[in-house]
């Protein structure tokens, strides 16, 4: 069955940056998209960033040009760059896959989340 396997949150001053991962693991699988959400306290969930198979990529504007997203295929890994993290970012981050998995000799399309790694961004 088909795991995101999160790591890479952490405490981290105001201008810091951290990188978080997200594998994907057991199944035979093919990418339609990934890409992380986060939730803050009190607040709705938002789409932070997305690959798509083709490669290609969307932020929320909130992010954009401080937040990398990218990926390894020979790893099954896609990764979020933050640099210049701000207070602001600081909120649950989800890993989340559209993905076409092999199950029982067919493919089936189906969401996945991670378990979520906590940013916190200290002023």
């Known amino acids: 069955q088909v795991h995101l396997v999160e790591s890479g949150g952490g405490l981290v001053q105001a201008g810091g940056s951290l990188r978080l991962s997200c594998a994907v693991s057991?199944?035979?699988?093919?990418?339609?998209?990934m890409g992380w959400d986060r939730q803050a306290p009190g607040k709705q969930r938002e789409l932070v960033a997305v690959?798509?198979?083709?490669?290609?990529?969307n932020y929320v504007d909130s992010v954009k040009g401080r937040f990398t997203i990218s990926r390894d295929i020979a790893k099954n890994t896609v990764y979020l760059q933050m640099n210049s993290l701000k207070p602001e970012d600081t909120a649950v981050y989800y890993c989340n896959a559209d993905l076409q998995v092999l199950e029982g000799g067919r493919w089936l399309r189906n969401d996945y989340w991670g378990q979520g790694t906590q940013v916190t961004v200290s002023s």
């Open positions: 690959i798509n198979s083709d490669g290609r990529i």
């Open positions: 057991r199944g035979i699988f093919s990418m339609n998209t």
